[in-house]
């Protein structure tokens, strides 16, 4: 039965060649609009680590004045130099990481390398396994490397390709910030979006193109800066980072289960009541213990103007179908005769109904079809607009399949109505008028 169906909307098709074209043009408008912008969204509040998110959580701590104007009643994103030496040692996590970020002068040890200022991560020996950076050559650094300040680093393949042209490099050297590091592993282009780990530079930042040790980093001859600070009481402290009122290390901790996690909430907060007694913290132990979504979630990474954006197109979408409505009313009509005759010959209203919902459904996978290119060069559009998460929107199958399914799903509703009305013409009106 459902063939006869189709056979006899294709026919129709043929027959309102106009009215058909333009509700397929509609849905597709609709479709191509919507899908571009949810596939932004779905993009950029996607999860970085699928298959990590669900024991990465990040800690906080609240050092600030008791009394400080305008103060956000939640705590730091980040901690001060003494609570992450305090938090990196406090027991019941499986796994923690500090980490930073800056750029520092970097050449291969060999005559005549040109200098360059690479964007580098400055973190613990833990974060490769932690997060599931994926390794090309060599390994890690050791914790005994942490605590010893060694002088080891690890490259990105992109690095690497462009230093020791793609060879393995383990065992080779690098003049980084006037001191010589040994590298000891090489790891890919590694960027999950949102950069989850250190959002205060940025969520769809480019990656690092080096990781050395974050201890070590600390200890350089120079002053590169630390990344971000958010200081409170500037007459001193600013671009110190051993200062007590500036936060600027991000801190996460791998925790198995939720047993897990409320064990180390309490440790957080009797490491507060703890730092509270001793006149560090002036407030009341103001914990956070957050997972990963959680944190992307409360830090709002997806930028306000994207969720405005697909709401209009969603808009867009909304009128589309209105138009797609009155267009199928009007087709409808024009075939009342035809509904007419095939109730007098014994078509039940429920039979009508059936047919004049196929016919709204292959509009709707048709206009899904053209929509699927027009949302392809929406998101080619937006991947050319200066936005730092412009390289990072892309159609991919899930959401072409979704795209073809909300289309079909979008038509058979805005062909309800029309469909019923055409199911309720009396055939004795009709067949008089033929």
Known sequence: MLAYYCHLALRSFRRHRVLTALMVLAIALGIGASMTMLT????????????????????????????????DPEPPDDLTWQDAVNLYALPGATRRVLTSTNWLPTRADAPGSALAMMDTRATTADMFAMFGVPFVYGT??????????ALVVVLTRSLNDTLFGGADSVGRTLVIATKVF????????????PRFYDLGSGAF??????????????DLPQDYGYGPMACWDHGDGTHDPKAPNCTWAQFWVQLDDATQVAAYRQRLENYSAQQHQLGRFQRAPNVRVRGLLEWLDYKRVVPSLVRMQAWIALGVLLVCLVNAVGLLVSKFSRKAGEVG??????????????QCLVEAGLIGLAGGLLG????????WMVR???VPYAAQVGLDAPMLGFALLTAMVAALAAG??????????????QVKSL
């Open 416 to 429: 309800v109505w029309p469909a019923w009305r055409a199911a309720r013409i009396a055939p004795a009106l």
């Open 384 to 386: 050319q607009q200066p």
């Open 182 to 193: 040994r590298v000891v592993g090489v790891v890919e282009d590694w960027n999950p979006q």
């Open 40 to 71: 932004v969204l779905h993009n950029l509040s996607g999860n970085p680590l699928p298959t990590r998110s669900a024991v990465l959580f990040h800690p906080q701590v609240d050092p600030r004045p008791a009394r400080l104007p305008g103060a």
């Open 341 to 354: 005759v095939r109730r007098a010959l014994g078509a039940s209203r429920r039979a009508v109904f059936i």
């Open 205 to 218: 930042s480019e990656p690092a193109k080096l990781y050395m040790p974050f201890f070590t980093w600390l």
């Open 372 to 379: 699927a290119p027009l949302a392809w060069l929406g998101l």
């Open 140 to 149: 890690g650094w050791s914790q005994a490397d942490d605590e010893q300040r």
